[in-house]
């Protein structure tokens, strides 16, 4: 028996002030992943596409990672952008800047202190609250689209798996259940202004991202593929790289997981 509550698309619907992001809205209650959805040779590409699912059976996480969500509890969803000459040169500033906006909307709508960890995950007292994944698609030397895929845990109050970050949700820092339909109506509007934004000023959005950041100056561990290289994280630079500070000089980093270490 069902004893979920399920997503309120009026309640969604009409909290949402976009042009483009989310008019067209599939939902599943269960689904392999919504970003494969997306990813897929059927997918009809319309531009701004949000795919949401109830409960994914292959949630896919950075690092072929899988990502673990309880049916009817959180917020799982996928974005599809076509990509036109202002965003191909642009994908950092897609990537670290929808982790800016998604922190950003949750401290105004709950007042919590949210940061985020390079490149693109939340934490809400240095535990995890949501994840990131883009994935592109490419023809020959031309990235065709983006499904930028969000995972954020809101409802949710038990979790099973031990990461670098522990888990946490919405209801766990709040002690009180949460209303998904305004999150996502919240974070879509923002994340529309962020498409703006990449166009029109990109220099903010880098700016926006070190002000939410809390590791910058301090001793950090990044893991590449299971190499670590310790350092201090110095800064990023105007593409959204980690520049990590070593004995004798400064490495640009372009991708790996970061932990701090004390
Ligand atoms: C990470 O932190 O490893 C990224 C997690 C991304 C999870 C989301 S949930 C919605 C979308 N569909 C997927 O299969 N993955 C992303």
Redesign the pocket.
């Known amino acids: 028996m069902e004893t979920q509550p399920n997503f309120n698309f009026n309640q969604f619907d009409i909290k949402l002030e976009t042009e483009t992001i989310g008019r067209n809205f599939l939902y599943f209650n269960e689904i392999d992943?919504?970003?494969?959805v997306l990813m897929s040779k059927t997918s009809k590409d319309v531009n701004g596409t949000v795919v949401f699912?109830e409960k994914?059976l292959?949630?896919?996480?950075?690092?072929s990672?899988s990502?673990e969500?309880e049916k009817g509890q959180n917020l799982?969803?996928?974005i599809l952008l076509n990509i036109d000459k202002h965003l191909k040169d642009k994908l950092n500033y897609l990537n670290l800047g929808t982790a800016q906006v998604l922190a950003s909307t949750i401290e105004s709508l709950f007042h919590l202190q949210v940061e985020v960890k390079w490149p693109n995950?939340i934490l809400i007292k240095r535990k995890?609250a949501a994840?990131?994944?883009v994935e592109t698609l490419s023809l020959g030397a031309d990235i065709k689209k983006a499904v930028i895929?969000?995972?954020l845990n809101v409802n949710q109050t038990k979790f099973i798996e031990e990461y670098n970050y522990p888990p946490t949700s919405l209801k766990l820092e709040l002690n009180q259940q949460v209303e998904r339909e305004k999150i996502l109506a919240e974070f879509l509007n923002n994340f529309e202004e962020l498409l703006w934004k990449i166009r029109n000023k990109p220099n903010t959005i880098m700016q926006s991202w070190r002000e939410k950041c809390d590791m910058i100056g301090e001793k950090i561990c990044l893991n590449q593929n299971g190499k670590l290289i310790y350092g201090v994280f110095d800064d990023i630079d105007e593409n959204g790289q980690l520049l990590l500070r070593t004995e004798d000089r400064i490495e640009v980093m372009n991708f790996g997981d970061v932990r701090m270490v004390n």
């Open positions: 992943s919504t970003n494969s699912a994914q292959k949630g896919k996480g950075r690092f990672n990502w969500s799982t969803f996928s995950d995890k994840g990131i994944l895929g969000i995972g």
